[in-house]
């Protein structure tokens, strides 16, 4: 008789190979590899009615299904207008964020339209997820709570029908005892959420997931679970600041580019209706070093205020530090302002940050940065009523950005009266409540705005001969 061959799997990627490695060929994961089943889990499919015919697109019914409501309009714009029948969406997150909070808001919200929603408690206890729905004042009679970890019995328990929405929380707690491996395994995850998804489509009932970011960035383990999902949430924040934000990575029954915001409290989540107000106020008044620009989240316009700090370095290599800014697009803009503006920051230090704990992530802002750091160097402010958008380029150049209007349109609701743009975008900038300043270059902006032409060399070397 042939003796048996052990498998080993990679608890990191999932593959399967005949022999232990030290270090996964694929993943590159060193002391991953673990004995794999003998009997590989069989996914459970959908029951179909009949065997499948092909049609031409004309055919299909076009009829759109009605979504279910959440109850949280900030959760709702992201989801592309509630959850749709079926769907299955995987909520992800780091450790504390928040994410079973807004789960159990959600869920709170869909009972009180008369839906029954099985909240399937994996690493919660039921007391413990109870004590959290009386802190936030949900109604404890319309929540259903299954506190569970083994697949069949979770199978077993929504096998028996009339449940309108199903919520896990979370996926690397569930477990099938006939599959090898602890829970948490790619083996465990993919099988698991198979099986739940395949359940959720034949009884036509939205599943929410919730999954844990590791260190390593990836959904709950491996990144496979995001090609098994309809829709993948990312919920973020910092635990040290009240904002959330909520976007989504991807979404078939909708759009992409919408971010939900939300504020942390005592009492749970609370709807941010108002960002841009959110950002701004506590803008100081007055201060150099400060300029409001506006950035897109997805589709929704955000001001947001960008502060600098330019000031003498005791150091060989000044420093450049940001925080909520890419670091590499302050270095290149600094460089730009010393070299075209005639700025002189290589004996300064120079810290960006953008208030309010926001993120920057697109060349829109590149005029605000530059303005904050020449306002600080300079030691002026900047008008109070003056919004500041525009790429920036090498040559010192400001360029277009996208979707101007619409920013132009937040910051003329919020009260400012005027925007430095660039200047080719000026022609499609009529009928706004505010005007608009076309922009050449950054010189022409500080020129305009902070009274700043320029130094030579020479004087530029007095000034620093005085100072010291």
Known sequence: MSKAKNRFICRECGRLFAGWLGRCPRCQAWDSFEPAPDKPAVTAAAPSEGRAAAMTLDEVPAEEAVRLKTGLAELDRVLGGGLAPGAVVLLAGEPGVGKSTLLLQAAAGTAKQ????LYVAGEESAVQVRLRAARLGLDLSSLWILPAVSLPEIEAEIGRGGWDVLAVDSVQT????????????????????????????????????????????????PKLLEHLVDTVLFFEGERDRPLRLLRAFKNRFGSVNETGVFEMTGSGLGEVTNPSAFFLAERPKGASGSAVTAIMEGCRPLLVEVQALVSPS??????????????????????????????????????VIVAGGAKIGEPAADLA??????????????????LVVGEVGL???????????????????????????????????KGLALEALGVESVGQFLARHLGFAGRGREETRSRRSEEI
């Open 369 to 386: 940065v530059a303005a904050a750091v020449a306002s600080s160097w300079l030691d002026r402010a900047l008008p109070p009523d003056l």
């Open 174 to 221: 569930l477990q099938l005892p006939d599959l090898g491996g602890p829970a948490g395994s790619p083996v465990q995850v993919r099988e698991c959420v198979a099986r739940l998804t395949a359940l959720a489509k034949s009884q036509g009932a939205p599943l929410w997931l919730v999954g844990h970011i590791t260190k390593e960035g990836q959904i709950a383990g």
């Open 395 to 429: 040559a010192g150049e400001v360029r277009s950005v996208g979707r101007l209007r619409e920013r132009l349109a937040e910051a003329a609701r919020m009260g400012f009266a005027q925007a430095a743009v660039p200047l080719g975008e000026l022609r499609g900038l």
């Open 114 to 117: 008369g839906r029954r929603l």
């Open 314 to 351: 005791p150091l060989a290599m000044p420093r450049r530090q940001t925080v909520g800014a890419d670091p590499t697009r302050a270095s290149l803009l600094a460089a730009v302002l010393e070299k075209k503006v005639r700025l002189k920051l290589y004996d300064r230090d120079v810290f």
